[in-house]
């Protein structure tokens, strides 16, 4: 059984900055051959694609609203996945979540995602 759980998340002002991390656990889970992603929901909108980052690091991917302020990260041996988000606009408050699917791509919609966390609160305030 895999299981992605977040943390990291909090209260901080506009301008300010957060590190979430994701760790992984679960008995077959090879983390290495993972791409693993951070995903974010706002109160009464759809999941959305913030970043991605490939089974190899080799690649990443970034929402238009993340790219040029967050920036995704992982540590294979200690199976966790990093967002350090900077800059932070109120229009980022949200829930985040962590997701992963075992796949060489770069995926960017919830469907495509295997596993996923239950989430950490950011809020960030004016």
């Known amino acids: 059984q895999v299981q992605l759980v977040e943390s990291g998340g909090g209260l901080v002002q506009a301008g300010g900055s957060l590190r979430l991390s994701c760790a992984a656990s679960?008995?077959?889970?090879?983390?290495?051959?993972?791409?693993m992603a951070w995903f974010r929901q706002a109160p009464g909108k759809e999941r959305e694609f913030a970043a991605a980052i490939s089974w190899s690091g080799g690649r990443t991917s970034y929402s238009d609203s993340a790219k040029g302020r967050f920036t995704i990260s992982r540590d294979d041996p200690k199976k966790a996945v990093y967002l350090q988000m900077n800059s932070l606009k109120p229009e980022d408050t949200a829930v985040y979540f962590c997701?992963?699917?075992?796949?060489?791509?770069?995926?960017?919609?919830?469907?495509?995602?295997?596993?996923w966390g239950q989430g950490t609160q950011v809020t960030v305030s004016s």
């Open positions: 679960g008995g077959f889970f090879s983390f290495s051959l993972y791409t």
């Open positions: 997701a992963a699917v075992q796949n060489a791509r770069v995926p960017t919609t919830v469907n495509e995602y295997t596993y």
